[in-house]
């Protein structure tokens, strides 16, 4: 076997002082072996020269088949097309892909059976891949994000009334969103009037969300959804001649939460893992191929064993070549491989693991002109309470770190300096939590924005550009080089509370100061002017019961809330 970096650990966990629990990492070659075991099997050993990764030991434990339709055959994605002429009565169109044996319990299955139906649509809030009670903030944020206060009036409103959604970045830097609105797939756009939508599809049922969005070079859009139950995923296509609404998963199959990017063509890849009730997982690539979507298996056997569906996200290379970053684990662990295709086969190396952390949302991931994979996600330390985004990177070496403390990422987005991050920070009250968005920029530093992170996209010139939630509207912002940073301090006095701060990059304007409590509408307290150094000041003298303060700046040239808001509530003097 030629190992063509011998220095490649297939672990490495760069941890703080606050993960030392993590020092068990010097087992995980022997996790290892079990991962690649069953998806390298069968492989003779001269097909293995070709590895650039080191060699494994033998697997100690050989993970059992879950069911007949797991086999090293080609699968076939289930297929239904549906042409958008108009919003009412779509023209459903038979699917005409090659049958190449696609197996469900030892049956072949037409596309006609395949067809996803919404009253298949059943309520699983009690499946494991649903179940984060041990970080339950994490399922909380999006039902609070309406809370987060009224909208700016330089703000560009997307769609009121919706709380999440995707964004994308045409090659000549406009953008899109995807949103779902009821049981309709929705786009919008930007003009010079503003922003637009419109329906472009029926979705298979209610309480759906937007996975993915992207736009081709040649400006074909495509867009990602699912059912948060995991019980359906289909797949929106435009272009100039094409309207098509393709459904990837069988009736019956519950899954996790899929991924989107576009290949090397500027056509949709999917990647996303089935999950079964005995906690195995088979992750599956999904392509156009010969005229239709085919899905082919990256892992088999139900590795890796997971109580949470996994997350799935594609990447594709440069070179052409398509990987999947997936993350998985809940009770017992979590951890995340970066799958690399080789010649008849998959190999996994290892991004992170711990042994205290649970999944909790979907995992982000792009490559850069370099080849190295950046990935990102959150997890949950059930015995601390807490939650963390990690950061990956899978270059010549694989590393990762916990980059956020006590938020939820909402996207990765590569631009030339590196990836730059969108999460919502997550602020515990006695009723309930607050929001607030947080950039991670490629050096690490933070910007934070007034509401919750939705979304994050580079723009063809490397800007960042984001989709916040606001008073429950979604709003887009374009990312200034140098946007504003707020800072904010309390402190009680008598019969009040006297705040003060600083907005750095700022030496005019004035700052919004609220008063808020979870569950309750936050009170604009004062609109206080700012210093040529750009400090402010003010004093709320009818606090009432202890409560948190926020302060909110709008860059003039952008309408870009920064925003600073205290970690713990304050009581009056």
Do not use: K
């Not at 996790?31 to 050993?45: I, Q, T």
């Not at 298996?297 to 997350?311: D, E, L, N, Q, Y």
């Not at 602020?427 to 979304?455: C, H, K, M, N, Y």
């Not at 919004?512 to 150094?533: F, H, N």
Request: proline residues 7%; hydrophobic residues 45%; contains cysteine.
């Amino acid at each position: 076997m030629r190992v063509e970096d011998a220095d490649l650990p297939f672990v490495r966990i760069d941890g703080d002082v606050r993960r030392g629990l993590l020092a068990h990492h010097e087992h995980a070659c022997e996790l290892l072996a079990a991962v690649l075991e069953p998806v390298c099997a069968g492989v003779p050993a001269r097909e293995r020269d070709h590895l650039a990764l080191p060699e494994l030991p033998a697997a100690r434990r050989r993970p059992h088949y879950d069911s007949g339709r797991e086999r090293d055959q080609e699968l076939l994605a289930p297929q239904v097309v549906v042409v958008v002429h108009r919003l009412a009565g779509l023209e459903l169109v038979e699917a005409h892909a090659e049958t190449v044996g696609a197996r469900l319990g030892g049956q072949a299955r037409d596309a006609e059976t395949l067809e996803v139906s919404r009253d298949r649509i059943e309520d699983v809030r009690h499946a494991p891949e649903t179940i984060l009670a041990p970080v339950t903030r994490a399922a909380l944020v999006l039902a609070v994000v309406a809370l987060a206060g009224p909208v700016a009036a330089r703000a560009e409103v997307v769609v009121p009334g919706i709380a999440s959604g995707a964004l994308a970045i045409a090659p000549d830097g406009s953008p899109r969103v995807a949103y779902v609105e009821g049981a309709e797939l929705m786009l919008a756009s930007r003009v010079e009037s503003g922003w637009t939508s419109e329906r472009v599809a029926a979705l298979p049922g209610a309480g759906g969300t937007i996975t993915g969005i992207a736009v081709s070079p040649s400006g074909r859009v495509a867009a990602l959804a699912e059912a948060r139950t995991g019980r359906w995923l289909v797949l929106y296509e435009r272009g100039a001649h094409l309207r098509r609404l393709t459904s990837l998963v069988a009736p019956g199959v519950r899954i996790g939460r899929a991924g989107l990017a576009l290949d090397r063509r500027g056509l949709p890849v999917v990647a996303y893992a089935e999950w079964r009730p005995s906690f195995n997982t088979f992750l599956r690539v999904v392509r156009f191929e010969r005229g239709g979507y085919r899905a082919r298996r990256v892992t088999r056997r139900g590795f890796p064993p997971s109580t949470i569906a996994p997350a799935a996200a594609p990447v594709a290379m440069r070179n052409g070549t398509v990987r999947v970053v997936e993350a998985y684990g809940g009770s017992g662990g979590s951890a995340a491989i970066d799958w690399v295709p080789q010649r008849t086969d998959w190999l996994g190396q290892f991004l992170y693991s711990s042994p205290l952390a649970a999944l909790a949302g979907g995992v982000s991931a792009a490559a850069a002109p370099d080849g190295a994979v950046h990935a990102a996600w959150t997890v949950g330390f059930p015995t601390l309470g807490t939650l963390s985004v990690v950061l990956a990177r899978h270059g010549r070496l694989a590393e990762s770190s916990l980059v956020l403390d006590d938020a939820v990422l909402a996207g990765l987005a590569l631009t030339p300096a590196g990836p730059v991050l969108a999460a919502t920070d997550v602020v515990d009250g006695a009723d309930g939590i607050l929001t607030a968005a947080i950039l991670r920029d490629p050096a690490g530093a933070t910007l934070e924005l007034d509401g919750a992170a939705a979304s994050v996209a580079a723009a063809p010139d490397g800007a960042a550009q984001v989709l916040l939630a606001r008073d429950g509207a979604l709003e887009w912002y374009a990312v200034p080089a140098a946007a504003p940073r707020v800072t904010l301090t309390a402190v009680s006095a008598p019969g009040g509370v006297a705040l003060s701060g600083t907005v750095a990059g700022a030496t005019s304007g004035s700052v919004t100061l609220y008063r808020e409590r979870p569950g309750t509408e936050r009170v604009a307290i004062a609109s206080a002017p700012l210093s040529p150094d750009g400090s402010f000041s003010a004093l709320d003298d009818t606090p009432g019961v202890p409560a948190f303060y926020r302060a909110v700046f709008t860059e003039p040239a952008t309408g870009l809330p920064a925003a600073s808001l205290l970690r713990s509530a304050l009581a009056p003097g």
